[in-house]
């Protein structure tokens, strides 16, 4: 059964340094998307991007972050200049169309 | 905007016993709605959703939900559960089609099933 993968599971990273989170989607996969999960508290959506665009970006998702498709096969969110507060779980999700999403298994980025 | 409450932060039961997760929303348009497990250190899986049609929805490992428009309400349902249904348990709203798919989701909720 076809998956979401992300590399690297867990990364850490010092305050200031820019990071670079990789997902590869589901190859069918026409929409994607990044959330983030803090510890103890629920998920939430970053940005959506289909057709090589931004389609929609949530209040967390500002100057610091940007998303790339580079080639056919990756999906990448950048934090240009991490802070202590970016410490979370990072999801990536496709879907096929916009009704069902399917999430990779995330990774930790922890910010010392 | 959209909004998703699931009522129960934990939720204890023992093993073989009926369950309820309760998940209510709240938004001016219609909405798909989705409930998502999360096993520990893992991704979230898709447990069901509700597109259309008939109000009560069946998933994968004998969960179901129903859709319920007048109270809002998409509550998650096993009539008994074992111990490997351990998890945290998402509920999430997305608006119809034509929009980018965004998930809302609610604060999880933690099953703990005892022997």
């Known amino acids: 059964e076809p998956e979401v993968t992300q590399t690297p599971s867990h990364q850490v990273t010092q305050m200031g340094q820019e990071v670079i989170l990789r997902c590869v989607p589901i190859?069918?996969?026409?929409?994607f998307y990044w959330y983030r999960q803090i510890l103890g508290q629920k998920v939430e959506f970053l940005v959506s991007f289909y057709n090589n665009e931004i389609s929609e970006k949530s209040e967390i998702f500002d100057d610091q972050f940007s998303v790339e498709r580079p080639d056919g096969s990756n999906f990448t969110l950048k934090i240009r200049s991490t802070k202590l507060e970016d410490s979370a779980m990072y999801f990536c999700?496709?879907?096929?169309?916009?009704?069902?999403?399917?999430f990779g298994p995330g990774t930790r980025l922890t910010v010392t | 905007a959209q909004s998703v409450t699931q009522l129960d932060s934990q939720v204890p039961v023992f093993e073989e016993a009926p369950v309820e997760l309760r998940c209510n929303y709240s938004?001016?348009?219609?909405?798909?709605l989705f409930w998502y497990v999360q096993y520990p250190n893992q991704g979230l899986q898709l447990l069901l959703k509700y597109l259309s049609g008939s109000t009560l929805v069946k998933g994968i490992n004998g969960f179901e939900a129903e859709f319920n428009k007048s109270q809002t309400s998409f509550h998650l349902r096993k009539p008994s559960v074992h111990i490997s249904d351990t998890a945290e348990y998402f509920c999430?709203?997305?608006?119809?089609?034509?929009?980018?798919?965004?998930?809302?989701f609610g604060q999880g909720t933690t099953l703990q099933v005892k022997p």
């Open positions: 999430a709203v997305s608006d119809r089609p034509g929009n980018t798919g965004k998930l809302i």
């Open positions: 938004s001016s348009v219609s909405v798909y």
């Open positions: 999700a496709s879907s096929e169309v916009a009704d069902e999403q399917y």
């Open positions: 190859s069918n996969h026409l929409y």
